[in-house]
């Protein structure tokens, strides 16, 4: 139903191979060092779009040992979709103003 190669926007498995990361939860201790190896890996010039209420503001699950918070308070991010869960129009929004934005940028 959501074809994204219409707009250009392809997914990838490698980092090294994307221009945008998504993240899609809430950022815990355990995946912190691999969310900043992810970002560090990734070719400049490189974006990042918070995804989701989890992504976005990290206080779901409330203050816990577990759980560092937001995707922003570890990598920059430069596109926030909120949305318990984000409806699929506003993530291909997003995206569509994410491939403008690296346009832009490069």
């Known amino acids: 139903v959501y074809d994204l190669h219409r707009y250009g926007i392809a997914f ?23 969310l900043r190896m992810t970002y560090d890996a990734m070719p400049e010039p490189k974006m990042v779009m918070a995804c989701g209420a989890c992504a976005c503001g990290g206080e779901t699950y409330g203050s816990t040992y577990a759980v560092v918070g937001s995707a922003a308070d570890v990598v920059p991010v430069d596109i926030a979709v909120p949305g ?23």
Do not use: W
């Open 84 to 106: 318990c869960p984000p409806r699929p129009a506003a993530i291909i929004v997003a995206l569509c103003a994410a491939a403008d934005m690296l346009k832009e940028r490069m």
């Open 12 to 34: 990838v498995a490698s980092p090294r191979h994307a221009d945008m990361l998504m993240v899609t939860g809430v950022v815990t201790r355990n995946l912190e060092q691999a």
